[in-house]
């Protein structure tokens, strides 16, 4: 069974500074989904990154960039310039592209990301 | 974006009486949808799969008598917890994928369940 650890149950960092969430995996599979979920004190999930295990590059968006070792079993999270809207919880999730757990996600145990003006 | 839309996002019952929290996808279809399980400070456990027109699936060790799952439309999918009880009190979390695609699962605000 596929597994996800986020070691760091919680984080915190300086506004405008740089933080990286980190996160590993363990799976037997080559095809597969990795994500980022932010989920802030309203509790509504949002996806922050996506990034697909075929794809060699490492996925960014604006501020939110991955650091994607295929072979280590390792996706973490940078987040530059951090804002105070980051804080949150962050999880980072698995998902199979294929069986019978067509669309399912493993999540981590999320991490708490405070952020300080 | 795709929005999922959750109903009531908050509901008291009492111990031993039934609710169904209703989950839509208010702007694409879902052939399939998830319902989780969120404890304060803590993960999402995944309940159940929910697939339209057939039986939903469900997780090791979650009762499918005690949390029935329909999922009657392309759009929407509804938990009901039977006989509640207060250990059922929790936040429950139902996601969507748009079409049979892989990828993004679109989530739900919520539903904060209070068993008295």
């Known amino acids: ?117 | 974006g795709a929005v999922v839309s959750q109903h009531p996002s908050w509901v008291i019952c009492k111990s031993g009486t039934s609710v169904k929290i209703e989950c839509r996808s208010l702007d694409f279809q879902a052939t399939t949808m998830f319902w989780y399980r969120q404890f304060p400070k803590q993960s999402l456990m995944l309940m159940a799969t929910s697939n339209e027109g057939s039986k939903a699936t469900y997780e090791q060790g979650v009762e499918k008598d005690k949390f029935l799952i329909n999922h009657a439309s392309l759009t929407l999918s509804t938990l009901t917890v039977t006989s509640a009880h207060p250990e059922d009190s929790s936040f429950y979390i139902c996601s969507a994928i748009p079409g049979q695609g892989l990828g993004e699962q679109y989530f739900g605000p919520g539903t904060r369940l209070t068993v008295t």
């Open chain 1, 1 to 117: 069974a596929q597994t996800v650890t986020q070691s760091q149950p919680e984080m915190s960092v300086q506004e405008a500074e740089t933080v990286t969430l980190s996160c590993t995996y363990d799976t037997s599979e080559s095809d597969y989904y990795l994500f980022w979920y932010k989920q802030p004190p309203s509790r509504q999930m949002i996806l922050v990154i996506r990034q697909e295990a075929y794809k060699q590059q490492n996925a960014t968006e604006n501020r939110f960039s991955v650091n994607f070792q295929k072979a280590a079993k390792s996706f973490s999270l940078k987040i530059s310039d951090s804002q105070l809207g980051d804080a949150a919880m962050y999880f980072c999730a698995y998902q199979y592209a294929g069986g019978t757990s067509y669309g399912k996600l493993t999540f981590g145990q999320g991490t708490i990301l405070t952020v300080h003006p």
